[in-house]
C-alpha cells in the first residue's frame, strides 16, 4: 500500500498565491464603497425624516391658517420667508443658512420661545403660495 499524505500539491498552493491578490482587491473595492456609502445614506436619510418633520409643522398651520398676510411686524413674505395667519398669531417660516426657522410673531415681538429649526442643508426648499 501506498502512503497517502494530506495535504496540498504545489500547484494547488500556486494557484492559490495567484488567485488570492485578485480576489482582494475585488473585496477592497467593495468594503470602500460600502464604508463610503453607509454615512452617506445615514444622513440622507436623516436630512427626509428633518424634511417630513418641517412639512408636517407646515401642513398643520396651514390647515389651521385664516390668511397668507403679504408682510407683518417688519417681517414681508417673499422667497425666503412664508407668512401664515392663524388664529393666535402670525407664523414666520425663515430659510437662512441650510435651516428653515418657524417663529411666531405678533405685533410688537418676536416669540423666542416658540421657534423651531429644522437643519436641511442638503435641501433645496422653494415656497409657493
Not at 412639512?55 to 420667508?81: C, N, Y
Not at 388664529?87 to 416658540?114: H, W
Request: proline residues 4%; neutral net charge.
Amino acid at each position: 500500500m501506498m502512503d497517502m499524505r494530506k495535504g496540498f500539491t504545489l500547484v494547488e498552493m500556486l494557484v492559490v498565491i495567484i488567485l488570492l491578490p485578485f480576489v482582494f482587491v475585488t473585496l477592497d473595492g467593495l468594503f470602500v464603497t460600502l464604508l463610503g456609502e453607509i454615512p452617506r445614506s445615514y444622513r440622507i436619510s436623516q436630512e427626509s425624516i428633518t424634511l417630513q418633520n418641517l412639512l408636517e409643522q407646515m401642513q398643520r398651520d396651514v390647515d389651521e391658517a385664516t390668511g397668507l398676510p403679504e408682510s407683518f411686524a417688519g417681517h414681508t413674505a417673499g422667497a425666503d420667508q412664508v407668512l401664515i395667519k392663524l388664529p393666535k398669531g402670525v407664523v414666520c417660516y425663515e430659510k437662512k443658512d441650510g435651516k428653515v426657522v418657524r417663529r411666531m410673531l405678533s405685533a410688537a415681538r418676536q416669540d423666542a420661545n416658540g421657534e423651531r429649526v429644522w437643519s436641511l442643508p442638503q435641501t433645496k426648499i422653494q415656497w409657493r403660495v
